[in-house]
């Protein structure tokens, strides 16, 4: 190969992995707290400047119900009934985001769970303090996001379309 041979091939190896890795989606919504502040804009900007797609959202004020099927995984922890209770305080606003890696990428861009651990530059790190309003959430997992767009969201509410700006993301 030549030198300019050995670049088009490294560019074609990286699109073609690019375009087989499978897109994921990640879900993420933005709590009681968030909302009152007046923080959805700056969140939402935040996931379309990295070049992650919206394809459903919705603002709701949650039930209980639904917020018990949500954090059922935490239903032996003593903080689980202050936690339904508070997310069901006010309106949530409920997402799915697709892109490449968008479960990792969204929660490094979260910040820890506890504000005191999260780093500036990261949602919770610049407009949290206390764990308890942490303004945010996101799945921890590509099967987690699975379950947790299931409970919130119908299959017809989910809207694919590729973006005009994916040529300038992705390689």
Not at 8 to 37: H, N, W, Y
Not at 139 to 159: C, G, M, R, Y
Request: with cysteine; hydrophobic share 40%; net charge positive.
């Amino acid at each position: 190969f030549r030198p300019d041979d050995q670049d088009l091939l490294k560019r074609l190896c990286s699109s073609i992995r690019i375009m087989s890795a499978k897109t994921e989606r990640t879900f993420i919504a933005v709590k009681p707290d968030g909302v009152q502040r007046g923080l959805m804009g700056e969140i939402i900007k935040r996931f379309e400047q990295k070049g992650f797609r919206l394809v459903a959202m919705k603002f709701l004020q949650a039930s209980e119900d639904l917020l018990k099927q949500h954090y059922i995984d935490l239903k032996d922890r003593p903080f689980y009934p202050g936690l339904v209770k508070y997310m069901s305080s006010g309106p949530v606003l409920a997402m799915v985001w697709e892109g490449l890696n968008v479960v990792k990428t969204g929660r490094v861009m979260l910040g820890e769970t506890n504000p005191a651990d999260s780093k500036p530059g990261t949602i919770r790190g610049d407009f949290c303090i206390e764990v308890g309003r942490n303004i945010i959430h996101g799945s921890d997992s590509v099967d987690s996001a699975n379950t947790e767009i299931s409970l919130w969201f119908k299959p017809e509410e989910l809207v694919s379309f590729k973006s005009c700006a994916q040529q300038w993301i992705y390689e």
